[in-house]
């Protein structure tokens, strides 16, 4: 079997296979800083859809492995656990097991804790091959951000892809993340508040410190009610919940009971799309259209920064100017905030629901 350098292991549009038939994570190696040489891809009788389509046969499965998804940041797996559910709610007899990079962040190993109960179980990586039965399907989604679809197809028709599924069959209500609905989560508070998530895994996908205050200002005399986030803002209507949100569990539930969400973040648009909460998303470096297509409760701002068009991560200096001027410049007096029904109580926001503009 062919084997891997250092560079094209870590960049494999898949997982990898050890000299002693271990599957591993690329992403293992990397955060470990090991040696990736040596590796060898996952083999041609394991499912990947980068080096062969197929058409998956749920319908005749009764267990599925899925190896080395959904990736190791909380919006992807959100968005690949619902492609998951789809496959499930057409299938229901389906147990699913998810292999995982071991060491990827704690707060997106828990959401896959929070959901385990609903689909079937986790298993760190590395595993060996041979404890996989080779009479149950086995479909690799390692590394997908190496994958030239994932970059050029909406999130959620990449991962249905990937899972052997075609995407159009797939009907727009099962595609908006409503299995966040049946984890439990307890209301945080016992008023009612705006939302403000603005911080995204990159600085240059995040809201600049300097335009918070109007977002708050903006979105307090839209809603009426006081605003909550995470992280410091000046204003008189805002109050930092970051110290009590220590917990995946936490994040997810004050999105939940929130009146409206602002948020720069895909991960919090993701999880309000699954809770039918009313939600203004700023884009900068990647199109909307790819992360908001189907949700019809969020009105999406995409702001003009073409030279940074689908950058993953930056926080350069230049980029980071450019992003604080295209925020300087727009206007916070009009920035769009979804209509949702007014609630008598926390516990009731689920029922919101608002035309996406």
Known sequence: ?????????????????????????????????????????????????????????????????????????????????????????????????????????????????????????????????????????????????????????????????????????????????????????RAPASEPYALLCPDASTPVRSIPASARAGIVARLADQTGVAVYGFGAVDHPRYRDIGPLSADTADFLAWIKYARHLVTADTAALHAAAGFDVPATAFFTTISAHLRARDYANCVAVELGLPHLRGIHASARAADLEALERVYREYDWRAMPVARGRPEAAPDLVRALSSSCR
């Not at 992807?76 to 071991?102: C, E, M, N, Q, W």
């Open 1 to 185: 079997m062919t084997t891997l350098d250092e560079v094209h292991a870590l960049t494999h549009a898949g997982s990898l296979l050890s000299r002693n038939g271990e599957i591993v994570a690329p992403y293992d190696l990397e955060v470990a800083s090991a040696d990736a040489s040596g590796f060898s891809p996952l083999g041609r009788d394991i499912l990947n859809a980068g080096r062969a389509p197929f058409e998956a046969d749920y319908a005749g499965a009764r267990r599925v492995h899925l190896i080395n998804a959904f990736g190791v940041t909380l919006g992807d797996s959100i968005i690949g656990l619902s492609t998951l559910f789809a496959v499930k709610r057409r299938h229901p007899h389906l147990a699913f097991i998810i292999y995982r990079p071991a060491r990827a962040p704690h707060y997106v190993r828990r959401l896959y804790e929070l959901a385990a109960p609903l689909f079937g179980a986790i298993v760190d990586l590395p595993v060996l091959l041979a404890n996989l039965p080779d009479d149950e399907l086995r479909i690799d989604i390692g590394n997908q951000l190496f994958w030239p679809r994932f970059a050029s197809m909406p999130m959620i028709d990449f991962f249905l892809w990937a899972l052997g599924v075609a995407p159009e069959s797939v009907v727009v209500a099962d595609k908006r993340n409503r299995w966040l609905a049946d984890v439990p989560l």
